[in-house]
Protein backbone atom coordinates (compact mmCIF):
# COMPACT_ATOMS: atom_id res chain seq x y z
CA UNK A 1 0.00 0.00 0.00
CA UNK A 2 1.33 3.47 -0.91
CA UNK A 3 1.25 6.10 2.23
CA UNK A 4 -1.26 8.67 1.35
CA UNK A 5 0.76 11.84 2.39
CA UNK A 6 -0.11 15.79 1.71
CA UNK A 7 1.79 17.18 -1.34
CA UNK A 8 1.17 20.17 0.80
CA UNK A 9 2.87 21.31 3.72
CA UNK A 10 2.34 23.41 6.46
CA UNK A 11 3.24 26.77 5.36
CA UNK A 12 1.20 25.83 1.78
CA UNK A 13 -1.89 25.64 3.87
CA UNK A 14 -1.08 29.01 5.53
CA UNK A 15 0.13 30.86 2.16
CA UNK A 16 -3.31 29.25 0.42
CA UNK A 17 -5.83 29.62 3.43
CA UNK A 18 -4.86 32.82 4.59
CA UNK A 19 -2.45 34.93 2.88
CA UNK A 20 -3.97 34.94 -0.82
CA UNK A 21 -7.73 35.49 0.54
CA UNK A 22 -6.02 38.59 2.99
CA UNK A 23 -4.41 40.08 -0.20
CA UNK A 24 -7.40 39.06 -2.35
CA UNK A 25 -9.69 41.47 0.03
CA UNK A 26 -7.41 43.91 0.51
CA UNK A 27 -6.31 44.78 -2.83
CA UNK A 28 -10.47 44.77 -3.88
CA UNK A 29 -10.48 47.23 -0.72
CA UNK A 30 -8.22 49.35 -2.17
CA UNK A 31 -9.68 49.52 -5.77
CA UNK A 32 -12.88 50.94 -4.09
CA UNK A 33 -11.20 52.91 -2.11
CA UNK A 34 -8.97 54.56 -5.34
CA UNK A 35 -12.79 54.74 -7.15
CA UNK A 36 -14.58 57.08 -4.28
CA UNK A 37 -10.95 58.73 -4.33
CA UNK A 38 -11.63 59.59 -7.88
CA UNK A 39 -15.09 59.67 -8.48
CA UNK A 40 -14.73 62.17 -4.84
CA UNK A 41 -12.30 64.72 -6.73
CA UNK A 42 -13.49 64.30 -10.17
CA UNK A 43 -17.38 64.24 -9.40
CA UNK A 44 -18.69 64.45 -6.12
CA UNK A 45 -17.48 67.62 -4.52
CA UNK A 46 -18.92 69.69 -7.32
CA UNK A 47 -22.36 68.09 -6.60
CA UNK A 48 -24.39 70.71 -4.25
CA UNK A 49 -26.21 67.68 -2.72
CA UNK A 50 -22.71 66.23 -1.76
CA UNK A 51 -21.98 69.75 -1.10
CA UNK A 52 -24.18 70.62 1.83
CA UNK A 53 -24.45 66.84 3.41
CA UNK A 54 -20.67 67.20 4.09
CA UNK A 55 -20.72 70.79 5.31
CA UNK A 56 -18.53 71.74 1.79
CA UNK A 57 -20.98 74.65 0.69
CA UNK A 58 -20.30 77.86 2.53
CA UNK A 59 -23.86 80.01 2.63
CA UNK A 60 -22.56 83.23 1.53
CA UNK A 61 -24.52 85.81 3.74
CA UNK A 62 -27.07 88.22 1.60
CA UNK A 63 -25.69 91.52 0.50
CA UNK A 64 -28.18 94.28 -0.32
CA UNK A 65 -26.85 96.23 -3.65
CA UNK A 66 -27.47 99.81 -3.04
CA UNK A 67 -30.22 101.61 -4.27
CA UNK A 68 -29.14 103.64 -7.08
CA UNK A 69 -31.46 103.46 -9.70
CA UNK A 70 -34.62 105.36 -10.43
CA UNK A 71 -36.70 102.19 -10.59
CA UNK A 72 -35.27 100.96 -7.15
CA UNK A 73 -36.58 104.04 -5.22
CA UNK A 74 -40.20 104.05 -7.00
CA UNK A 75 -40.19 100.40 -5.77
CA UNK A 76 -39.14 101.06 -2.43
CA UNK A 77 -41.33 103.97 -1.51
CA UNK A 78 -44.05 101.28 -3.26
CA UNK A 79 -43.38 99.27 -0.79
CA UNK A 80 -43.31 101.65 2.18
CA UNK A 81 -47.16 102.76 1.44
CA UNK A 82 -48.22 99.36 1.57
CA UNK A 83 -46.40 98.62 4.39
CA UNK A 84 -49.22 99.17 7.44
CA UNK A 85 -48.29 101.44 10.34
CA UNK A 86 -47.73 100.00 14.12
CA UNK A 87 -50.61 102.69 15.27
CA UNK A 88 -53.38 101.99 12.22
CA UNK A 89 -53.77 98.45 12.92
CA UNK A 90 -56.83 97.76 14.90
CA UNK A 91 -57.16 94.99 17.71
CA UNK A 92 -60.84 92.81 18.31
Known sequence: MMN???PLSYSDFIVIFLLRPLLAI????SLIALGWLLAWKLVLVHVP?????FG???????L????????SK??????AQN????SNS???
Open 64 to 71: YKPQTGRL
Open 26 to 29: AFVL
Open 49 to 53: LVQEI
Open 74 to 79: LYSAIN
Open 83 to 86: LPSP
Open 90 to 92: TST
Open 4 to 6: MES
Open 56 to 62: LKKKKPL
